[in-house]
């Protein structure tokens, strides 16, 4: 049996001004590298820019409910996921993950999954992959190295935090979930992972450091649990 691991690719590296192919080849170089040792990835792609970019598009011209702009942010990580997997070509299996609660049947050590429902970011979608395949973690890769005390754009004396317990985390973040929010790790999912005990470590887009994550070696960035 393959080691699974779930990785929450954040929308920003896909799509950070224009599809960045240069770091989507780095990537998939690193990732085919360990799927060949017998590790399969579970790779939920976020919506990043192009999800605000939508919602706040549509704002400016309609009244939308927080549910309907969700809808949009959805649709922005099903375009990035059809991105990633064109960018995996036959190496991922033939299907995108739009459901992580429905019973999987892989035969491909690379998997891409996108958003489903509204009231979450797909880092929710994430925790709930690792329950339907029983994987004790989430890696969260995004454009933020660590979760700090503060905002770290707003104040210059924000701390970086290398270890924290979900109950500390969740203090630090919004309780509630609004469409277009941009924490470290949502608050819906950091609940879920909670409950069902679930670790995450949040890394920024080093590769290498994500190298060192998966061979266990010390690598820069946040671990909750």
């Known amino acids: 049996?393959?080691?699974?691991?779930?990785?929450?690719?954040?929308?920003?590296?896909?799509?950070?001004?224009?599809?960045d192919f240069k770091f989507l080849k780095?990537?998939?170089r690193v990732i085919g590298k360990y799927a060949k040792k017998n590790h399969r990835f579970v790779i939920i792609c976020g919506g990043g820019k192009i999800a605000r970019v939508f919602q706040q598009m549509a704002s400016q011209s309609l009244k939308l409910s927080n549910e309907r702009l969700d809808w949009l942010g959805i649709h922005a990580t099903?375009?990035?996921?059809?991105?990633?997997?064109?960018?995996?070509?036959?190496?991922?299996?033939?299907?995108?993950?739009?459901?992580?609660?429905?019973?999987?049947?892989?035969?491909?050590?690379?998997?891409?999954?996108?958003?489903?429902?509204?009231?979450?970011?797909?880092?929710?979608?994430?925790?709930?992959?690792?329950?339907?395949?029983?994987?004790?973690?989430?890696?969260?890769?995004?454009?933020?190295?660590y979760v700090f005390?503060?905002?770290?754009?707003?104040?210059?004396?924000?701390?970086?935090?290398?270890?924290?317990?979900?109950?500390?985390?969740?203090?630090?973040?919004?309780?509630?979930?609004?469409?277009?929010?941009?924490t470290p790790f949502d608050p819906v999912a950091a609940g879920a992972a909670q409950k069902s005990g679930i670790k995450v470590n949040i890394i920024g887009k080093g590769l290498k450091n994500l190298e060192n994550l998966l061979n266990g070696k010390?690598?820069?960035?946040?671990?909750?649990?």
């Open 1 to 19: 049996m393959p080691k699974t691991i779930i990785l929450s690719l954040g929308g920003s590296l896909i799509w950070p001004d224009n599809f």
């Open 149 to 182: 005390d503060k905002d770290p754009k707003k104040y210059g004396s924000a701390k970086r935090i290398e270890k924290i317990s979900w109950q500390n985390y969740r203090k630090l973040v919004s309780r509630k979930w609004t469409a277009g929010l941009n």
């Open 78 to 145: 099903k375009i990035n996921a059809c991105l990633v997997k064109s960018v995996f070509g036959n190496d991922a299996e033939d299907f995108i993950v739009h459901d992580p609660t429905k019973k999987l049947n892989l035969k491909k050590n690379i998997v891409i999954a996108s958003g489903w429902k509204p009231g979450w970011s797909t880092d929710y979608d994430a925790v709930l992959l690792a329950k339907n395949l029983h994987v004790g973690r989430v890696i969260n890769i995004s454009n933020v190295d």
């Open 218 to 225: 010390k690598f820069r960035g946040t671990t909750i649990e």
């Open 26 to 28: 780095r990537f998939k």
